[in-house]
């Protein structure tokens, strides 16, 4: 495809997310098209040459024949990724410059036609015995996957000439910013030490480490954050609920000041539709304190009518109506 083709292309579909990196021109995250592959395989291939366990697989001394090996290898790697998962490219102007890849929640692994796919650009124009290597090799990466939900990690490289000018950083805001959005647990593997502390920045400890084909290897994942607002909506959304289920537990009316308190609760954190599991919630022992230190005969008379139950009496409990009474 020609570059002004390109360009049109990428402003047609709109543009991702844009990261100002220092004086060069800024970085914009997009999601690659099936026609980009073959270019992000290009990229992959360069960026992840010097990797560890990549030229301990592929045993191929010159770096420009295993460049193209891993070329060969992320072509139909990428296929499989571009049909379960996310393909996140970074550009710079109509230039791809960095490629993340990550797979959804349960599917991980890739199929059986997938793995025969893949098979010819591993057996054919290389060395014998990596098939070999390189099955062992994944095979210890995916008998370490977790089992609990998680999108995967991975492959992730920029362009070989490139490094250290913030475009992995990006990269990595971007997918720490989508998995906190999804609430999802993020896993990766790395056979570079220097990866291991970028990767940290970013909130991933190492939970495990090994070493495969003689070369150390760190596992690492990273658990979604919930931004200090969702935790104030989460928490007033709780007072609300152990208000609901103690009045509908003990069928009785609550004092007028924890009604009202309640639904400014519902009103500030948009919790109201959170009533179908109130049941779910634990803190249910007794209802919120009077707010006012002092309080006047006027109000006491007033909460004790309140508190009172005439026989015959009984509180329904209906979202928009909370504590109405309803006569038997």
């Known amino acids: 495809m020609k570059t002004s083709t390109i360009a049109e292309n990428r402003v047609l579909r709109g543009w991702g997310n844009y990261f100002q990196t220092g004086t060069l021109p800024p970085l914009t995250l997009l999601q690659l098209q099936r026609s980009e592959l073959p270019e992000a395989a290009r990229l992959l291939g360069r960026g992840m040459c010097d990797n560890p366990a990549n030229i301990r697989a592929f045993g191929i001394p010159d770096a420009e024949r295993r460049s193209q090996a891993l070329v060969r290898l992320f072509g139909p790697v990428l296929c499989g990724l571009y049909q379960r998962g996310l393909i996140r490219g970074a550009f710079r102007e109509v230039t791809l410059v960095g490629v993340c890849g990550m797979v959804r929640s349960g599917l991980c692994q890739p199929s059986a036609l997938e793995k025969l796919r893949v098979v010819p650009s591993v057996a054919f124009g290389n060395p014998v015995g990596t098939s070999l290597w390189v099955l062992r090799w994944v095979g210890e990466w995916v008998r370490r996957d977790p089992a609990e939900p998680h999108w995967h990690l991975g492959p992730v490289a920029v362009d070989s000439h490139l490094h250290g000018q913030g475009i992995g950083g990006a ?59 969702d935790s104030v909506n989460q928490a007033d959304g709780g007072v609300l609920l152990s208000i609901r289920f103690f009045a509908r537990r003990e069928e009785k009316q609550i004092p007028r000041y924890a009604r009202d308190d309640c639904h400014s609760v519902a009103e500030r954190s948009g919790a109201k539709n959170l009533l179908l599991v109130a049941a779910s919630w634990p803190r249910c022992e007794k209802i919120p304190q009077e707010p006012h230190k002092t309080k006047t005969r006027r109000h006491r008379k007033k909460e004790k009518d309140f508190g009172s139950k005439r026989p015959g009496t009984n509180v329904i409990q209906q979202p928009g109506h909370f504590g109405d009474k309803v006569e038997h």
């Open 171 to 229: 990269m990595l805001v971007d997918l720490c910013a989508r998995m906190d959005d999804e609430r999802a647990l993020a896993y990766l593997e790395t056979d570079k030490s220097e990866n291991v502390r970028f990767y940290q920045k970013f909130g991933f400890p190492v939970i495990a480490e090994a070493e495969i084909l003689g070369i150390p290897n760190w596992f690492m994942s990273r658990s979604p954050r919930i931004s200090s607002q």
